[in-house]
């Protein structure tokens, strides 16, 4: 491989794919094979942990909003609620939702109808093992923290609705305590994942310290993905404030740090690799900033992330609130017109997500309007980026062969005034006029840069290609690694899974670098290179492992076509005929 090739090469490598897997790979965390059906027996087991460290914990680590966690309501006066808990059930085309009337609304579960798990179970955001959804928290007049979640609100409305495309359902909950009237009214439209609330506290000064409330969405969302350590890599809370994304993240063990933030939201929102709870305030601004906290609980080398993220409100006459539980699709998200969709590959280098964003998924999901299977599209895109990039490649090999031709007078050069430098470097200036820069090859692979970025971002996080099937048994899932098998033991970095595709890609990538290799000393290369992307490559998804074999495969075939090309314009000599002696 000559030295260009091996720059690009480790410029790909390394910027590209390393990178983003810095922690796992160069701090040698080791990846575990973990399945969603181990992921949910984890939790249980999690949350138990987490229930019972909040409950010895001292009271700045209690709970994620600093509340006491027990399920037992606190002494209340005059409290006019239901004595049983009641559930409605709510089915659309889009999800099936469950809603108590408990904490006047809490969400029992969410799936969404419109995406599986690797069980074939439909996603659910909401699980009943480690609570995680709506709930509201505030200090009574005397100081006390109360939960809604613990009261059961009067509810006198049907238990099941079924709703179709522009069809919605009110539900009206309402609550006394104190002499106050609660009353929670949620929204639920059938043709969007958003649901609407109005909340308002009738008389709040006989029961809110200082008219103030917190209303928080509890312990995150669970991971709903094959590869549980992958799905929480992604898990953070954000708040869209002022044009600018604030993240905040668990990186540790234990209670996270709370950080509040002041001034106005338009939206906070949790997330995993491909689905978002968001909330948005409606209406006037009558929240005093959002405040951000968690815990995080470390099992089997995994740091599962339970976050908490609320508005504090200033109560006014009617608090409205529209929550978003869904997909991580552009789609969805832009109906919103509240820039909700900035969260959509969030996680790489935003100078190149425009080109993700607007050029690359596009025109994916163009292909796949008329090619109904994802793995042809992604053949058939290879094939085009190909087409379009041989110019350049052309270029670029071009520029090496001047370069080694160059080679012997750029040496004559050197020896000749090794003692004079600027003498060396007006003579190799002279020189590139003649030939040409040879560094001039460099800027085609430069400019292929911005499209390997984009591309790798569209494959490692887009949610169109989840559960995209390319061949059954043995690609069923564009987004995740085959994982033909699984090996007995763990190698280093390696893993335990075996996949058929990273073989194939290294195997392409050798014999690709063996045609370009010119220096016998850079043989050790030709084998270091397709070793080190087999293990960099195999965890990672299919959908990538076919895209950059098919480029290898088609670099191949240009290779040799650019050779022949070069042999037939090469002149002809003719040979030279012996004269007969006489």
């Known amino acids: 491989m000559d030295r260009k090739s091996f720059i690009a ?12 897997y810095y922690n796992e790979y160069i701090l040698g965390i080791k990846p575990k094979d973990i399945t969603k059906s181990d992921s949910l027996q984890t939790e249980n087991v999690v949350s138990e942990k987490r229930s019972d460290s909040l409950v010895t914990s001292s009271p700045t680590k209690m709970s994620a909003i600093d509340v006491p966690s027990d399920e037992k309501p606190l002494p209340v006066r005059d409290v006019v609620a239901d004595s049983v808990e009641k559930l409605i059930s709510i089915n659309t085309d889009k999800y099936s939702v469950i809603v108590s009337n408990k904490g006047g609304g809490q969400l029992v579960h969410f799936k969404l109808l419109e995406y599986k798990t690797v069980d074939s179970a439909y996603v659910e955001l909401i699980n009943d093992k ?13 100081g006390n923290w109360l939960q809604l979640a613990n009261y059961n609100f009067i509810y006198d409305g049907a238990t099941s609705y079924q709703l179709h495309d522009s069809n919605d359902v009110t539900l009206s909950f309402s609550l006394s305590l104190n002499g106050a009237t609660i009353r929670k009214i949620f929204t639920f439209y ?3 994942y958003h649901f609407d609330m109005a909340i308002t506290f009738d008389h709040p000064e006989k029961l809110l310290l200082n008219r103030s409330y917190q209303l928080v969405w509890k312990n995150g969302i669970p991971s709903t993905e094959k590869y549980v350590e992958d799905d929480y890599r992604y898990n953070t809370a954000y708040a869209y404030m002022a044009d600018e994304l604030e993240d905040y993240s668990i990186s540790d063990e234990g209670p996270a740090k709370r950080e509040e933030f002041s001034g106005k939201a338009d939206w906070i929102a949790i997330r995993n690799k491909y689905f978002v709870v968001a909330i948005n305030q409606m209406g006037a601004d009558v929240s005093d900033g959002v405040f951000f906290s968690g815990y995080g609980l470390k099992k089997d080398d995994i740091l599962y992330k339970y976050y908490d993220a609320g508005y504090n409100v200033k109560s006014g006459h009617t608090d409205r609130f529209r929550a978003y539980v869904g997909p991580l699709d552009y789609r969805e998200l832009e109906k919103y017109d509240n820039n909700l969709d900035v969260l959509i590959m969030s996680d790489g ?11 690359i998924l596009p025109v994916l999901e163009w292909m796949h309007s008329f090619i109904p299977n994802y793995g042809l599209v992604i053949i058939l895109f290879s094939i085009i980026v190909k087409l379009v990039l041989f110019p350049l490649t052309k270029h670029s090999y071009e520029s090496t062969k001047r370069m080694q ?13 090794k003692n004079d430098p600027q003498r060396q470097q007006k003579e190799m200036m002279k020189l590139y006029q003649e030939h040409g820069n040879p560094m001039s090859g460099c800027l085609p692979m430069l400019l292929q840069m911005p499209l390997l970025f984009a591309l790798y971002q569209v494959f490692k996080s887009t949610i169109q290609l989840r559960g995209a099937m390319f061949i059954p048994g043995w690609i069923p899932d564009l987004s995740t690694s085959e994982n033909l098998f699984t090996l007995p033991f763990h190698l280093p970095f390696y893993g335990n899974e075996f996949n058929l595709l990273p073989i194939i ?8 670098s063996k045609m370009t290799m010119q220096d016998p000393k850079q043989k050790q290369m030709l084998y270091f290179m397709p070793i080190f992307m087999l293990v960099l490559f195999n965890r990672f998804p299919s959908g990538l492992n076919l895209y950059y074999t098919l480029f290898n495969v088609l670099t191949i075939i240009q290779q040799k076509y650019i050779h022949v090309d070069e042999k037939e314009k090469q002149p002809q000599t003719a040979p030279v005929k012996s004269k007969k002696k006489k």
């Not at 090469?9 to 983003?20: D, E, T």
């Open 9 to 20: 090469m480790i410029i790909v490598a390394l910027i590209i794919i390393l990178m983003p």
């Open 130 to 142: 480690i609570k995680n959804g709506l709930d509201i928290t505030f200090q009574d007049i005397d």
């Open 190 to 192: 059938g043709s969007n």
């Open 349 to 359: 280098w935003s100078l190149f997500r425009p080109i993700s964003r607007y050029l």
């Open 405 to 417: 031709k160059m080679q012997p007078l750029m040496n004559q050069i050197k020896e000749k005034y």
């Open 505 to 512: 890609m290294a195997a392409t990538m050798f014999f690709q």
